[in-house]
């Protein structure tokens, strides 16, 4: 069993900057690829940014350029540093991670953190 804790979330002004952290724990396994997604009130979430085991990134059109994930394989971490952020960045923020082991797939999610962006 794997269980994902997210902290980092919080209230900031336009153009500020966050950085958000997701750690894994429980079984040990191997941890493949790594990702940020968001939810804002009466909409769909989305895919924010994801990270494979060797570091290519991949990132929505929204947030390039402003949104850098990475990861920290030996520790089990994924982190989102947001800088430039805008109140559309308003939103629930979890962290997903994806697993591969029997020669199945398994996704864990994190509890969510909230990021409000508002002056």
């Known amino acids: 069993q794997v269980q994902l804790v997210e902290s980092g979330g919080g209230l900031v002004q336009p153009g500020g900057s966050l950085r958000l952290s997701c750690a894994a724990s429980?079984?040990?396994?191997?941890?493949?690829?790594m990702g940020w997604y968001r939810q804002a009130p009466g909409k769909q979430r989305e895919l924010v940014a994801t990270i494979t085991p060797g570091g290519v990134a991949n990132y929505a059109d929204s947030v390039k350029g402003r949104f850098t994930i990475s990861r920290d394989n030996g520790k089990n971490t994924v982190s989102l540093q947001m800088n430039s952020l805008k109140s559309e960045d308003t939103a629930v923020y979890y962290c997903k991670v994806i697993t591969m082991r029997s020669l199945r797939v398994y996704e864990y999610w994190g509890q969510g953190t909230q990021v409000t962006v508002s002056s």
């Open positions: 429980g079984s040990v396994f191997t941890i493949n690829d």
